[in-house]
């Protein structure tokens, strides 16, 4: 029993020294040096419904999105930017889920939002608002199409710019002149321009991107990406002279208990108030659903 235990302990141990993993915002921020605008709470469903972001959303999901807005336009208060790039160091971080859900969020506070699809290996914008894919920035980019042609309207509260067909070359496209021009033709039309590119690590496309534009956000996964691919990133960055607005701690552990109050947790419904003269007072009774 004794060796039995100690064999656990030892291999817990070795686990840890092996992990390499980021697991909180705060050592997220400390390894990066820079400020953690947002921390996106764990959910069951985002595999299936990647917008969080409806009209009437409380869900802490949708929520953590809200701050993520507000932080992002008080991180910029001196220096807003225009055109903001939406990366991550490897696949699978939530990078897509990040730039589709600050994109609604700023639209519904009325902030004029185009979301652009640039990650021309694995495009999924238009996927997720059941939008066409086949026009799109390729379109423009080879000069089929104007922008203000292919421009496509997301529940009638977002403008989105599909990513079109997939290229043979698309590191090229993404840094070509072209490019350029229409990201200022967008920022000329739009409050903000949200860009969701490709990782940075495997493929070259958003080093080539991400100068033309005012700021990138960098969306990292909790106990998924390790320390030495975050450095990698953010060198790969700072390398070309990018603008790092700060990082999106995503998949994060969800607060545990029965929700904040403010909008946070289960939905919260109001019992009718008793009649005049009725000794009993009318409280607010929470909900059995909610999201974690």
């Known amino acids: 029993m004794l ?8 291999i817990v141990a070795l686990r840890e020294a092996l992990d390499t993993t980021i697991k909180t ?28 972001m409806d009209d009437v959303s409380t869900s802490a999901r ?16 001196d220096d807003r930017s225009r055109v903001i790039v939406v990366t991550s160091p490897v696949p ?35 996927g997720t608002f059941g939008l066409v894919q086949d026009d799109g920035l390729t379109t423009v980019l080879i000069g089929q199409a ?18 079109g067909a997939v290229p043979p070359n698309p590191t090229e496209l993404l840094s070509c002149g072209r490019m350029a021009e229409v990201l ?10 949200i860009v969701d ?14 100068p033309l534009a005012d700021g990138v956000l960098l969306v990292v996964r909790a106990s998924k990406t390790g320390r030495d691919q975050i450095r990698g990133a953010s060198e790969s960055l700072n390398r070309m002279g990018v603008r790092i607005r700060g990082s999106v701690f995503s998949v994060a552990s969800a607060f545990k208990g029965k929700g904040y109050g403010y909008g946070y947790g289960p939905a919260e419904v109001p019992v009718p108030r008793p009649s005049a003269g009725h000794e009993e007072s009318a409280e607010v009774a929470p909900s059995s659903g909610g999201e974690k």
């Open 92 to 126: 699978g971080e939530g990078k897509t889920t990040t730039a589709v859900n600050l994109a609604l969020s700023l639209a519904d506070a009325g902030i004029r939002t185009c979301l652009v699809d640039a990650d021309l290996r694995r495009p999924s914008v238009a």
């Open 3 to 10: 060796g039995g235990l100690l064999l656990g302990t030892g």
């Open 25 to 52: 915002s705060e050592a997220l921020g400390e390894l990066t040096s820079l400020p953690v605008l947002g921390s996106i709470p764990y959910d069951r469903n985002s595999a299936r419904q990647r917008i969080a």
């Open 184 to 193: 200022r033709e967008l920022a000329a039309g739009y409050d903000v321009v």
């Open 62 to 77: 949708a929520e953590a999105f809200r701050k993520l807005r507000a932080n992002l336009q008080f991180a910029q208060v």
């Open 197 to 210: 590119s490709a990782p940075l690590l495997p493929v070259a496309d958003t080093i080539g991107l991400a």
């Open 146 to 163: 104007r922008v203000e042609d292919v421009v496509q309207q997301a529940g009638g509260r977002l403008a989105v710019l599909a990513s």
